[in-house]
T-cell receptor, first 117, second 112 residues
Framework: AQTVTQSQPEMSVQEAETVTLSCTYD???????LFWYKQPPSRQMILVIR??????QNATENRFSVNFQKAAKSFSLKISDSQLGDTAMYFC??????????????FGTGTRLQVTL | NAGVTQTPEFQVLKTGQSMTLQCAQD?????MSWYRQDPGMGLRLIHY???????DQGEVPNGYNVSRSTTEDFPLRLLSAAPSQTSVYFC???????????FGPGTRLTVT
């Protein structure tokens, strides 16, 4: 079974600063996806970024980037130039790569990020 | 194209009552799933389906039933609601073999 751990329940960052959210996972699988989801107060789940385990290059989406350390089973999210709209709960998630349909998404417990003026 | 829709948005039940949370999608996705979100526990998988007529249990299935008679719909049934089922419920879908999950807007359920 896979587990995902987010050890920072809450974080705060000032606008325009950079913040890094931590995530570690445990798996015996070799091919998998890792994700960061954002959940703003509206409750909607929004995919921020994904990383395929077979790719050595860290994924980047605009101000969001990851530091993927496969050997250490670590997957942190860096948010640069933080904006007030980044205030949200952030979930790290894991899914085994499977060409079929049965792969399930396993979530961490989340980190609540507050961006302040 | 409505994506993933869930009804109702909010619901209050008394202990022992039954109800069905509805989930519908118009993207022809094979995979559909139900999660519950509780404070400090993230999202946990309740049940999932890989296609019409096929369902299976997730991490926390007790107290919930599902069925999948069509590709579009995946209702979640609470037969006898308990206060422990107070939660926010999300339906999610994706293509077979795909990686991106599409989430519905969620249903906030309170059981008193």
């Amino acid at each position: 079974a896979q587990t995902v751990t987010q050890s920072q329940p809450e974080m705060s960052v000032q606008e325009a600063e950079t913040v890094t959210l931590s995530c570690t996972y445990d798996t015996s699988e070799n091919n998998y996806y890792l994700f960061w989801y954002k959940q703003p107060p509206s409750r909607q789940m929004i995919l921020v970024i994904r990383q395929e385990a077979y790719k050595q290059q860290n994924a980047t989406e605009n101000r969001f980037s990851v530091n993927f350390q496969k050997a250490a089973k670590s997957f942190s999210l860096k948010i640069s130039d933080s904006q007030l709209g980044d205030t949200a709960m952030y979930f790290c998630a894991f899914m085994v790569f499977n060409t079929g349909t049965a792969s399930k998404l396993t979530f961490g417990t989340g980190t609540r990020l507050q961006v302040t003026l | 194209n409505a994506g993933v829709t869930q009804t109702p948005e909010f619901q209050v039940l008394k202990t022992g009552q039954s109800m069905t949370l509805q989930c519908a999608q118009d993207m022809n996705h094979e995979y559909m799933s139900w999660y519950r979100q509780d404070p400090g526990m993230g999202l946990r998988l309740i049940h999932y389906s890989v296609g019409a007529g096929i369902t299976d249990q997730g991490e926390v299935p007790n107290g919930y039933n599902v069925s999948r008679s069509t590709t579009e719909d995946f209702p979640l049934r609470l037969l006898s609601a308990a206060p422990s089922q107070t939660s926010v419920y999300f339906c999610a879908t994706r293509l077979a073999g795909g990686y991106e999950q599409y989430f519905g807007p969620g249903t906030r359920l309170t059981v008193t």
